[in-house]
């Protein structure tokens, strides 16, 4: 099968209702192209504004799945293989089949020793998803991560962009019910 046509069919359930995305259907939003080409000025060469570019990817498409990572591949001229392990190599992209909130709890040393552990088995409890899944309504994924750079706060998680620091467990359990009534609140508007 050519790439072009290749089904995208994430890891997540809730995306399994025929998400099908052809990778040369997709290109950067005028904006997002003018970015992209101020960012190439400020890299000696195109790979070395890889990581970059992908963050712009990312913000424009919502995600990165394999149509996402072979449009930047062809548009920065890259082996489609480099793409991918760079994107796969790194935990902060945004991959296709990540639920609405993307949780991911610091396992690293500080954090560890401060009970990343506990946060990890409380999110698992409450949202009935072990590191690695995503909630069949799609809304969250946990996940795992080495040091996040905040190890004076720990034990510390990120939300999508945000930082959630010197948890205790009942943090968790608030956090969680305010991104339940969050991508509840989104489903019903
Ligand atoms: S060890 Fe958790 S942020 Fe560094």
């Known amino acids: 099968m050519p790439w072009q046509f290749f089904p995208v069919f994430t890891s997540s359930p809730a995306n399994w209702t025929g998400r099908i995305i052809l990778a040369n259907t ?3 939003c005028s904006e997002t192209m003018k970015q992209y080409e101020w960012l190439l000025t400020r890299y000696p060469t195109r ?3 890889l990581l970059p570019t992908l963050r712009l990817a990312e913000s424009d498409f919502g995600e990165l799945g394999v149509p996402e990572m072979r449009y930047v591949a062809d548009l920065m001229e890259i082996p489609p293989a480099f793409v991918f392990g760079v994107v796969t190599f790194y935990t902060h992209y945004r991959r296709a089949g990540t639920g609405k909130f993307h949780i991911q709890v610091c396992s690293t040393l500080s954090c560890a020793l401060r009970g990343s ?3 990890v088995s409380r999110i698992t409890e409450r949202l009935g998803i072990k590191p690695g899944e995503t909630t069949p309504c799609g809304h969250f994924t ?3 991560v080495e040091c996040l750079g905040s190890c004076d706060t720990a034990p510390m ?3 999508n ?3 959630h620091e010197d948890l205790s467990l ?3 359990d608030q956090l969680i019910e305010q991104l339940r009534t969050e991508a509840e609140g989104g489903q019903n508007g």
Do not use: W
């Open 47 to 49: 790979r070395a504004a």
């Open 142 to 144: 946990l996940s795992k």
């Open 26 to 28: 997709i290109s950067f």
């Open 170 to 172: 009942e943090d968790v």
């Open 117 to 119: 552990e506990d946060v």
């Open 157 to 159: 998680l990120q939300c």
């Open 161 to 163: 962009d945000d930082y």
